[in-house]
């Protein structure tokens, strides 16, 4: 009888280890499948890991989410955002690095806050208004088109601001970053600027798009066509230059260049800009 036993109760341990190994090699889909999502922005980068739960029939915002009280904002652990330069953040200074963003959700508004304490996660009955970095309120709104799975974005980027948005059923919210980026790209402008190898046609375009001082744009582009005289949009940007400063004869003559430029090498994009730029140059009084 005593044998008998034993024979089962090993036939039992053998059965569930198998089981045991079996269960370890099985994957299933994560119910908040974790993202990270890398955007360039300024002169570095924004990172956000956040997880992405679904809406799967439920009412989100003021049932699964409660109104007013704080939220990971997504599922899981914490979401973390990373600012890889320092920033403002709807107005208010954010030093470079990792913070995790909570938000307190309400009917029409949202309350974002940058929590230095990367260690709480979603344990938010722990969450202490002493480890915020900043706190502030946007106006949120309604989307026609329901959006089952919570997602973020970083949208509506220019060279120095972008929005960062959530969406989740029929509800957005975003918020604005902005860098401030022009001081240091006019110090390394100077600096580079006083090398051999000059980056005059880098220089001339960024004195071209922001507006600064024209008649040394068009002195840099004019030396940057020097270095390559077949480049025709190195010349397109002389002509564009040349139109700001209101140099009709002189902007006409290198947009027609950068024509007979592009015809020769076949490129329609720059055959059809200089053909625009000569238009815009005729209407010049």
Same mark, same amino acid.
């Given at each position: ?29 994560a ?9 360039? !922005? ?14 799967? %029939?439920?009412?989100? !915002? %003021?049932d699964?989410?409660?109104? %007013? ?14 600012? %890889?330069e ?7 200074a954010?030093?470079a ?20 304490d ?6 938010v ?49 975003? !918020? ?19 090398k ?34 077949k ?14 400063l ?6 006409k003559?290198?947009a ?5 430029m592009?015809k ?22």
């Amino acid at each position: 009888m005593k044998k008998t036993i034993k024979k089962i109760s090993l036939s039992l341990l053998a059965l569930a280890m198998a089981f045991g190994a079996t269960a370890q090699t099985v994957k299933v889909p994560a119910p908040s499948p974790l993202q990270t999502l890398k955007q360039s !922005f300024a002169l570095s980068e924004i990172t956000i890991e956040y997880s992405r739960p679904s809406a799967r %029939g439920r009412v989100v !915002f %003021g049932d699964v989410v409660p109104f %007013g009280k704080v939220w990971r904002t997504g599922a899981n652990g914490s979401t973390k955002i990373t600012f %890889g330069e320092d920033v403002k953040v709807e107005g208010k200074a954010v030093k470079a690095g990792t913070y995790a963003l909570y938000s307190i959700p309400g009917k029409d508004s949202f309350t974002f806050m940058l929590y230095k304490d990367l260690k709480l996660g979603g344990d938010v009955s722990n969450y202490s208004a002493e480890n915020e970095l900043i706190r502030f309120a946007v106006k949120s709104s309604k989307v026609t088109e329901k959006v089952e799975t919570f997602t973020m974005n970083v949208s509506d980027i220019t060279a120095s601001s972008s929005n960062i948005e959530l969406t989740w059923e029929n509800t957005r919210a975003a !918020f604005n970053v902005t860098a401030d980026i022009d001081a240091s790209i006019m110090a390394s402008i100077d600096k580079a600027i006083n090398k051999d190898n000059k980056p005059y046609y880098q220089a001339a375009s960024y004195y071209y798009d922001n507006n600064k001082d024209m008649k040394l744009a068009l002195e840099w582009v004019n030396k940057a066509v020097e270095q390559n005289p077949k480049a025709y949009w190195v010349m397109l940007l002389k002509a564009k230059i040349e139109l700001k400063l209101k140099d009709k004869a002189a902007a006409k003559a290198s947009a027609e260049k950068v024509i007979e430029m592009a015809k020769a090498d076949k490129d329609d994009a720059y055959i059809k800009n200089g053909e625009n730029l000569l238009i815009e140059i005729n209407k010049l009084k």
